[in-house]
DNA sequence: CGATTTTGCGTTAACGTTAACGTCAGGCGG
DNA sequence: CCGCCTGACGTTAACGTTAACGCAAAATCG
């Protein structure tokens, strides 16, 4: 490992002048400036980041811009579960995390919770924002100091000097959904699409992918229901209930956000088991037993919390490691039944054991071993 | 934050004994020790690990025991990958990884491979193990030293010391692989399960999973097909022929391990589209294009690089950030399809992107835009 | 031209931990 | 009783980086 005391004797300077020249601070003439900068790159110098961090005793603090965790059926927690879990692995770092929370159906509470993060600059070192309200976000990301590295999650904000982005593609998770809705329904019949106003971008990519990916089957029909959210809490239970009684040959129900389990209360409720095939998304805690006992069939997951964990570990990444970062990850779409729910509910990022080795020898697995 | 300054100020010592009894280096009456001991647990003293790393400056080698990377159809390369994008994500860290491959079918050459790492016993720090052959793995795991961590991916030895174990519930996988079957051939029909010898217990794990979850479908035939690797290296593409010879009715094939691209070869021949039903594992670059034709409808994935790349995390967890670790990670069943093929290819922990933020910017998509 | 500022550098004390080394008292054998 | 050993500490110099401080010489100003 080459040091800056190496860097320094091979250009003639002191310590302190090689120091200057790599943080631009100043007092250096433009001459040792070159011959510097010359040596570091032919020795390919890297700073040691203990070194660094030792002498900089710096308190690192990432805000985190999400909605309430409540939301969507408490589907914001998740996230947050994943970041938590980033920020323990990391307890050696110095770094905190600093939920900022808004309203995701009010601009004026995501405007305040900006306005807070914003107000703070000289205390934050990084953000992470799930940009859900689309145009606020737009206005709110352009006045980020360019210096204050940002990175999405769940969604982005195109042509934005974010330091990375990391989501799931909404229209091929919709076209995946398609594809095995066409598989339940045996390729014909018809499926309704539920739909909520006021509208989403991020879910209308998600319907877009599911028609399209549809439109080939002739003999699949697929109907558009709509309902506003404004009305009641339980707005696609009484959704599905037009469903069913305005189409009663329908044998399908795509419900392109996390409220499935409405719509599996009422099949429930009211039909026989496996007439209807219902496809829904996201691993939020409501639509579990549905999936379990088969109302729903599948679930398309996008991750939140490994969004949320990666989120944190690219701004250490490049605040603190100084390693290049992705710009950009597609997480995968993640086909979730009652089959394999337990190893994603069970084992996501946010599982840790504090246990000491003997008790985990002891413990029962409650699962199948693999041997013996 | 206190330091073990403070802690040897509290119990009326200097700092060198504060580390000895840290360390148990010796040299310290039992009264100071307790003293120490006591501060330390009271005061929740954690060990500043820039400080640690900076004074030992040592380099920690990660032995990582898998097999040839190109057996299984270059399965084993896969882990790899997960393994070297983990040393690049630590590259600030003084860390150095060591591949010691061994051939699958080969005891003797698992166990040189073995003895070449416990011979380095005073090199190594920790240990990624694949005990792909089980019984050897159990005789060489009873040999590491106990002071020396180690990680199972893959599968595991159970009622061992391990430090964790990452892999995924095989029976499981193959249950999933049966709901998806079943669903393919719409709940009739004859299905063919493709086994091989010799036997590999992880691989019959999954083939139990299968048969048991389909054996209450009472209009599903499953029939096994056995074949042995030695006598060629398209074992599968015959054991195809064989299976269309003999049960012309089959309208599934299961097979369990990563050779279902020699399958998909001979349907693609033979068969007309959509006929038969072929359910495979692993992402193997021959089984893609087969996955993207619907040749093969679905692939169950275990994530190997996910594995790799946690093997490497989780040591580094233990040993340089001193932070607790999960006894166990079970990876979720993901199921992948011609529609979520790319993100899990493209985007899996692999990939990383060394471009200025300029070029990112500039850089066309080539994929679906999420607005505008 | 003297006074003051600026430029360009060198020096040094941190940051927290580690381990080699020094020291001093008590114990033990001869 | 002397020499030697060892147990139980304290002291100190690293590790590599950072930034405050110091200090000449050069530049600027009145």
Redesign the pocket.
């Known amino acids: 490992?080459v040091?800056?005391?190496e860097?320094?004797q091979k250009a003639?300077?002191?310590?302190?002048?090689?120091?200057?020249a790599?943080?631009n601070?100043?007092?250096?003439?433009?001459?040792?400036?070159e011959r510097i900068s010359r040596i570091i790159a032919e020795c390919r110098?890297?700073?040691?980041v203990?070194?660094?961090h030792?002498?900089?005793?710096k308190q690192y603090t990432f805000a985190v811009l999400t909605p309430e965790p409540e939301q969507d059926g408490r589907y914001w927690e998740l996230p947050m579960r994943g970041i938590r879990k980033a920020a323990d692995e990391l307890k050696p770092y110095p770094i905190r995390i600093w939920p900022v929370h808004y309203d995701k159906y009010s601009e004026a509470s995501f405007f305040r919770a900006g306005e807070k993060i914003l107000k703070s600059r000289s205390e934050v070192d990084g953000l992470v924002i799930a940009p859900v309200l689309s145009a606020a976000s737009e206005t709110f990301v352009r006045r980020i100091p360019p210096a204050l590295p940002y990175v999405f999650i769940d969604s982005y904000v195109p042509d934005t000097s974010c330091l990375s982005r990391i989501a799931q593609n909404p229209y091929r998770s919709g076209a995946l959904g398609a594809r095995l809705m066409d598989l339940l329904v045996g390729g014909m019949g018809t499926v309704a699409v539920c739909r909520m106003v006021p509208r989403d971008y991020h879910i209308d990519d998600r319907v877009n992918g599911f028609t399209e990916a549809l439109r080939f089957r002739k003999d699949v029909e697929i109907v558009s229901f709509e309902a506003d959210r404004k009305t009641d809490e339980a707005v696609f239970y009484h959704l599905a209930e037009r469903i069913l009684a305005e189409r009663p040959s329908c044998n399908g129900i795509f419900v392109p956000n996390s409220l499935g389990h409405q719509v599996a209360q009422l099949l429930k409720e009211r039909v026989q088991p496996g007439r209807i095939h219902l496809i829904g998304y996201d691993l939020v805690e409501p639509n579990l037993p549905f999936l379990k006992e088969g109302w729903i069939r599948f679930l398309i997951s996008q991750r939140p919390d490994v969004q949320g964990y990666q989120g944190i570990q690219l701004l250490v990444q490049h605040l603190l490691l100084k390693n290049p970062v992705p710009a950009e990850m597609n997480l995968p779409i993640d086909i979730v039944t009652a089959e394999n729910l337990d190893e994603h509910v069970e084992t996501g990022p946010q599982e840790r054991s504090d246990r000491p080795a003997d008790a985990r020898a002891a413990r029962p697995s409650g699962r199948r071993a693999v041997r013996k």
Chains 1, 2 share one sequence.
Not at 12 to 20: E, F, H, K, L, N
Not at 54 to 57: D, Q
Request: charge should be positive; proline fraction near 3%.
């Open positions: 490992m040091t800056i005391r860097i320094a003639g300077v002191s310590i302190g002048t090689v120091d200057r790599l943080h601070r100043g007092r250096v003439s433009k001459a040792t400036q110098y890297k700073p040691n203990f070194a660094s030792l002498s900089l005793a």
